[in-house]
């Protein structure tokens, strides 16, 4: 029996979920995958779309039968024990420092690009973002899914506004050229392609709250990554066929430039507007995917019960107070060390990829079938882009062994007490 009211609809999980995708991702990497791999990245896009697909089968189908607010680390419990869902809930949890700052970074960038905002200015909005989310989040689920079902469609229509004003396609750009002697480069690209699917792991702290999650969860998982994954590729094409991408200044500025060449100035507005949007619905969904994980730990008797309260619209409101406080918190040392997002985002990458793994592990273990087989394929796949991370896991691997030996610590400490009463 679900522990939070089943809110969520097919189309409104598709919303939360491709709108997480997209984000902060969706003005911005395609450029840099131009940069990486030229006409190439179009099919790198497509590559990685059948890539990715075996990880949301398995998230699809461990969703369908185990859901559960506490998301991928109750999935990896299952798998392999209590210790380990703890573990790798606080790993999960360790991104709240170093990858929220950053999104919220790349967020307000968006209106310093329209308006004269110094470092205070800039703090105030993020804090300002954050009391949305808050507000938003005290509401029942359904209201974030129509929230960013609405910015999902500002998304949308975005792309096809400048489809529609640059007469795309052009005879010029083929929507899939030939690649010739480039396949060499498409490794390249789909190395910085990937971080637009990570989001899929946070999706799955809301299968409790499916109305039908047997049939809707995974019918939302598999189409929001089709829809996220199209709309990134039509923007790539976009991308290439103007040309606004090829060095690092070009490609974090490819939107504005793109809309500036077909719409002028009066288009500046409605890019400081649809950007932060999309940054907003990227965040919104890890929030809300924060306090159910915290949430759902507390309730279970893992964290303190304090948090266990639901409110009168049943959602973990305290929660999600800690997580917006913590993120204040974390935002406004981010500000105060002027760390740059580069070095947030880098931080926060390994801890993502190791979640993914061990619940790609976990579905080896839960799974039947030919499900079972995806499972393990997407294990490989994710263990052979932590290798690819290279010394940037070493965040994430660090953190896990500290965790590790802190609960190893914390359960010698509580044995005597244990077995004195």
């Not at 964290?303 to 049943?314: F, M, T, V």
């Not at 070095?343 to 190791?354: K, M, T």
């Amino acid at each position: 029996m679900s522990r939070l009211n089943k809110e969520l609809g097919l189309l409104q999980g598709v919303a939360l979920l491709s709108t997480s995708l997209l984000g902060t991702g969706i003005f911005v990497v395609p450029a840099l995958a131009a940069t990486a791999a030229g006409p190439a990245s179009l099919w790198a896009w497509l590559i990685l779309i059948a890539l990715v697909l075996p990880v949301a089968f398995t998230f699809a189908q461990l969703g369908k039968r185990f859901p559960h607010a506490g998301g991928a680390p109750h999935l990896i419990g299952r798998a392999f024990g209590g210790r380990m869902e703890r573990l790798i809930a606080f790993l999960f949890l360790a991104v709240l420092p170093v990858g929220l700052p950053a999104a919220l970074n790349i967020a307000t960038g968006f209106w310093q690009a329209l308006l004269p905002i110094g470092a205070g200015g800039a703090l105030l909005i993020q804090f300002a973002t954050l009391g949305a989310m808050l507000l938003l989040g005290q509401r029942p689920a359904r209201a974030s899914g129509v929230v960013q079902g609405l910015i999902a469609l500002a998304i949308l229509g975005t792309v096809g506004l400048v489809w529609w004003a640059g007469d795309l396609p052009l005879a010029s750009q083929p929507l899939l050229p030939e690649v010739g002697e480039s396949w060499h480069l498409i490794p390249g690209a789909l190395g910085v392609m990937f971080w637009c699917f990570v989001g899929i792991e946070a999706f799955t702290h809301l299968g409790e709250e499916f109305k039908r999650p047997e049939r809707d969860f995974p019918l939302a998982l598999l189409l929001g990554v089709l829809l996220a994954g199209l709309v990134y590729w039509a923007f790539s094409v976009a991308v290439l066929s103007f040309g606004v991408y090829g060095d690092e200044h070009s490609d974090a500025a490819s939107l504005p430039r793109l809309m500036h060449m077909l719409l002028g100035d009066e288009a500046r507005a409605l890019v400081a507007v649809v950007g932060y949007l999309a940054c907003f619905a990227s965040m919104n969904i890890y929030v809300q995917g924060f306090a159910r994980l915290i949430w759902s730990l507390a309730d279970e008797g893992k964290l303190p019960a304090s948090l266990a309260p639901l409110n009168r619209h049943g959602v973990p409101a305290r929660a999600l107070l800690l997580v917006v406080l913590i993120c204040c918190l974390c935002a406004s040392l981010a500000s105060v060390l002027q760390l740059s997002v580069d070095d947030l985002i880098r931080y926060a990458n390994g801890n993502f990829i190791v979640v993914y793994l061990l619940s790609m592990a976990a579905g080896w273990v839960l799974l039947r079938g030919v499900w079972r087989w995806i499972a393990g394929f997407s294990t490989l796949l994710c263990a052979l882009v932590l290798l690819a991370l290279g010394v940037e896991a070493l965040y994430a691997l660090g953190l896990l062994a500290a965790f590790a030996v802190i609960g190893y610590w914390l359960e010698r400490q509580q044995r005597p007490q244990v077995s004195r009463s």
